[in-house]
C-alpha cells in the first residue's frame, strides 16, 4: 500500500523543540515535493512548509520561519520538520502531503491547501504546545 505515515507529534512545553517525521511507504520520495500543513481546530488548513527533491529547494511560512528546518533522508526515505520555540499556537495536527513535480503540477498547491493536487497524504499526527 502506497502512503504516507507521519510521526513525532506529542504534548510540549511552549519554548521547546519537536522533530516531526513524514515517512513515504511503498514509493520513493524521488521527483516529489513534501509539504507539511497543519490544522488547529476550528481553522482552515495552513501551509507550514515544503521541501522539493528534485532541487533541495525548501519554503517556510512566515509562522514558522527563522525556527524551523525541513530536510529529506532519501536512504529512509522520510522528511523531517524540526520546529524549535514552540508556542501555544503551533498547537494543531500536522499533515504532510507528497505531489510529483516531473509531470506538470499545480506550484501553488504547494502553498495552498488543495487536497485533490495531491498524490498522498498521511493521516496526520497531534502537536500540542501547553504549559
Known amino acids: 500500500e502506497t502512503r504516507l505515515v507521519e510521526s513525532g507529534g506529542g504534548l510540549v512545553q511552549p519554548g521547546s523543540s519537536l522533530i516531526l517525521a513524514c515517512a513515504a511507504s511503498g514509493f520513493a520520495f524521488d521527483g516529489f515535493a513534501v509539504t507539511w500543513f497543519r490544522q488547529a481546530p476550528g481553522k482552515a488548513h495552513e501551509w507550514v512548509s515544503y521541501i522539493n527533491q528534485s532541487d533541495g529547494s525548501t519554503y517556510f511560512a512566515d509562522s514558522v520561519l527563522g525556527r524551523s528546518t525541513i530536510s529529506i533522508d532519501s536512504t529512509r526515505g522520510t522528511v523531517f520538520l524540526q520546529m524549535n520555540s514552540l508556542k501555544p499556537e503551533d498547537t494543531a495536527v500536522y499533515y504532510c502531503?507528497?505531489?510529483?513535480?516531473?509531470?506538470?503540477?499545480?506550484?501553488?498547491?504547494?502553498?495552498?491547501?488543495?487536497?485533490?493536487?495531491?498524490?498522498?497524504w498521511g493521516q496526520g499526527t497531534q502537536v500540542t504546545v501547553s504549559s
Open positions: 502531503g507528497a505531489i510529483y513535480v516531473r509531470r506538470p503540477y499545480s506550484d501553488y498547491a504547494l502553498r495552498v491547501y488543495m487536497a485533490t493536487e495531491y498524490d498522498y
